[in-house]
Nanobody, 121 residues
């Protein structure tokens, strides 16, 4: 059974930093792609950053240069370092991984429970 557990959210002032972590069991981040999504108040869930099994990263335009996704293979954990936070970064942040079993629609998507990030102006 796959479990993704996020931590590190909280309240921070604009311009501050937070580091989110996602610890996985039942799936190996090193050989499966993973990502961070977020859902702000009244908004749809959006992709924030992703990392492939090979280590290639991709970022939403709104966070480029401020956020960094990384992976600790030894701890099977993915991190999201968030710097220069803005009020518009306020959202629930979700960890995502895609892996087996593969269906006709592709790999199975797994989600964490989410962690709240609130940035005060």
């Amino acid at each position: 059974q796959v479990q993704l557990v996020e931590s590190g959210g909280g309240l921070v002032q604009a311009g501050g930093s937070l580091r989110l972590s996602c610890a996985a069991s039942g799936i190996i981040f090193r050989i499966n792609p993973s990502a961070w999504y977020r859902q702000g108040p009244g908004k749809q869930r959006e992709l924030v950053a992703s990392i492939t099994s090979g280590g290639s990263t991709n970022y939403a335009d709104s966070v480029k240069g401020r956020f960094t996704i990384s992976r600790d293979n030894a701890k099977n954990t993915v991190h999201l370092q968030m710097n220069s936070l803005k009020a518009e970064d306020t959202a629930v942040y979700y960890c995502n991984a895609r892996g087996p079993p593969t269906t006709a629609y592709g790999p199975t998507a797994y989600w964490g429970q989410g962690t709240q990030v609130t940035v005060s102006a």
